[in-house]
């Protein structure tokens, strides 16, 4: 059964910092795209970061960048978000998602449609 979880949320004050983790046992991970998503509250999910298989290539929605990195480490089969100087608005619930596999070293998207598989999400809080 494919899983993929996620950890290292919590709760933290404004300005501070939170490392979110994604481990999975999709044997072809190193392959595909994978993205970091949230939910808040009465709101619908949006994308956050984005990276391409190799990780070569990665994005950000504009609300988080200069603050957030996504990494990944394909001989662990993990993806990163480094979270720093957060701030209320990013409470959410984190969810890590992957694309199916693609040939191009630069590719990920921004569409939740294009990702297949998902994790159950980490709650993160941040407080005022």
């Known amino acids: 059964q494919v899983q993929m979880t996620e950890s290292g949320g919590g709760l933290v004050q404004g300005g501070g910092s939170l490392r979110l983790s994604c481990t999975t046992n999709?044997?072809?991970?190193?392959?595909?795209?994978m993205a970091w998503f949230r939910q808040a509250p009465g709101k619908e999910r949006e994308f956050v970061a984005g990276i391409s298989f190799t990780g070569e290539n990665a994005g950000y929605t504009d609300s988080v960048k200069g603050r957030f990195t996504i990494s990944r480490d394909n001989t662990k089969n993990t993806l990163n978000l480094q979270m720093n100087n957060l701030k209320t608005k990013d409470t959410a619930v984190y969810y890590c998602a992957a694309a199916p596999p693609h040939s191009s070293t630069r590719y990920y998207s921004t569409q939740i449609r294009a990702y297949v598989i998902w994790g159950q999400g980490t709650q993160v809080t941040v407080a005022s």
């Open positions: 999709v044997r072809t991970f190193s392959s595909r795209p």
